[in-house]
């Protein structure tokens, strides 16, 4: 399914899961339909799994937004308690559209805790009492986390059903050019990686000492203390004094502590001169996108770092805002250059950047799918560094092969029902849908234009 296809069923009104492969153009898609929803008088409630996915899309979790937080389950009488705090209840009352990014990485008991919340405050006995529900997100990525036991990925829920979800499978590719690349990663989504596969990988393979001389390329890590230990020893390396930048914030300190989490932007960013750095934030207008690479090449009259990207333009950076937004208006909001050490960063940390270039280090990957995603964060198989790989770096959840088939076929099904639609029934659809949500009449100018 292409992406305009897919946004013409977003737009008529129904419950959606939009997934595809990395590259495939989901945050696109969606942020397309976000500017619909608010250009049609819809403000949508915007939400993902984790604080990185949330600041992506100016949102939060969906732990904060429902009020659930932390907990792994509740009783009845904690459904009643949450749903009783005025805050909730005024904003899951108010809410029409409820987005819910990186779904792969929710389990099913937190989707469950989510619903049954709304479901109280709305006193409406519909999924999510009776929102409109767009999931995104791609189930062979990182897998939930949870606390105490194996987590259930969110589709195996009843509520999933019930929900009686569009399957918008994407299967455009915008990241990776390579066939080479592309062959090896839809081997390993389909769990079938063979010799050849294997081969364009070791063609790739060098030792962590060789990568050192590679420069303004990021090295993605398993783990934490991997990443902080080469950031610090490389920024130690550099001549110079270091100048520090310091985060700013706006707004309730439970909201901008969930912010500060879950920026790529460290809270105190420390730079010296030639310092290797990635963006963490798209430009407004369009200079740098969240994972550019560059090196710092001096500071300006005001102190702002003067980055050299590697197409050769340079320009300072200024401070950009994270903001924490509901119902249109700004919540809570951090400020900070938008930049990061770029020597290390974690897979988990990398999910959603597209990189020119990656030193990787899968020897000790240790969960399904984070080969995969820290893989396909490359554009092609001349940018990759292999340091290391072990047999789990190629593997993918087996429970994801099997209902992959499904949604794929359901995505092929919905896809075929849509195209055999007229531009007449399309309109009228999301007309329809727009007047139930309260929006603005669609104008007769903007048209519908049906994806080829």
């Not at 001169?273 to 963490?280: I, L």
Request: proline share 3%; hydrophobic share 40%.
């Amino acid at each position: 399914m292409t992406q305009g296809e897919a946004l013409t069923i977003l737009k008529t009104g129904a419950n959606v899961y939009l997934t595809g492969e990395p590259g495939s153009g989901k945050t696109h898609t969606i942020n397309e339909y976000i500017a619909w929803l608010r250009k049609s008088g819809i403000e949508p409630s915007i939400t993902a799994a984790t604080g990185i996915a949330a600041t992506h899309v100016g949102g939060q979790t969906l732990h904060s937004w429902s009020g659930i937080g932390i907990n792994e389950s509740l009783s009845p009488r904690e459904v009643d308690r949450i749903a009783g705090k005025e805050h909730v209840a005024r904003r899951i009352t108010k809410a029409k559209v409820l987005i819910i990014e990186e779904i792969s990485m929710l389990s099913a008991g937190t989707f469950e805790m989510a619903d049954a919340v709304c479901r109280e405050v709305r006193r409406v006995d519909k999924p999510f009492g009776g929102l409109v529900v767009i999931l995104v997100g791609d189930f062979f990525q990182l897998p939930p986390v949870s606390r105490s036991k194996e987590a259930i990925f969110a589709y195996a829920s009843p509520l999933w059903r019930e929900l009686n979800l569009l399957t918008c499978y994407l299967t455009e590719q915008y990241r990776q050019d390579d066939s080479d690349y592309l062959g090896v990663l839809s081997a390993i989504r389909s769990g079938a990686v063979e010799e050849l596969h294997h081969e364009h990988l070791t063609s790739r393979r060098v030792s962590l000492s060789q990568t050192l001389g590679v420069s303004e390329v990021p090295k993605l890590f398993s783990h934490n203390a991997d990443v902080d230990r080469i950031n610090a020893e490389e920024l130690a390396k550099l001549p110079g004094k270091s100048r520090k930048f310091h985060m700013t914030s706006k707004g309730k300190e439970a909201l901008v502590e969930g912010l500060m989490r879950g920026c790529l932007s460290p809270e105190t960013l420390e730079l010296k001169e030639g310092a290797e750095v990635m963006f963490t934030k798209n430009s407004l207008i369009g200079k740098f996108v969240n994972g550019t690479l560059g090196v710092v090449t001096a500071f300006d009259a005001e102190g702002l770092p003067i980055v050299k990207q590697k197409n050769g333009i340079s320009f300072p950076i200024e401070p950009m805002d994270w903001n924490l937004e509901e119902q249109g208006k700004v919540r809570a909001s951090i400020r900070q250059i938008p930049l990061r050490l770029a020597y290390a960063i974690t897979v988990h940390k990398s999910q959603g950047m597209s990189m020119d270039a990656a030193v990787v280090d899968l020897s000790k990957a240790f969960e399904y799918g984070q080969g995969y995603v820290a893989l396909s964060r490359v554009r092609r198989l001349s940018g990759l560094y292999l340091t290391g790989l072990n047999a789990r770096a190629l593997e993918v959840h087996p429970q994801i092969l099997e209902q992959d088939v499904d949604f794929r076929a359901g995505s092929e099904a919905c896809r075929t029902a849509f195209t055999e639609m007229s531009e007449a029934e399309l309109l009228a659809m999301q007309e329809k849908f727009i007047t139930a949500m309260g929006g603005e009449k669609i104008k007769k100018s903007s048209r519908l234009v049906r994806a080829k």
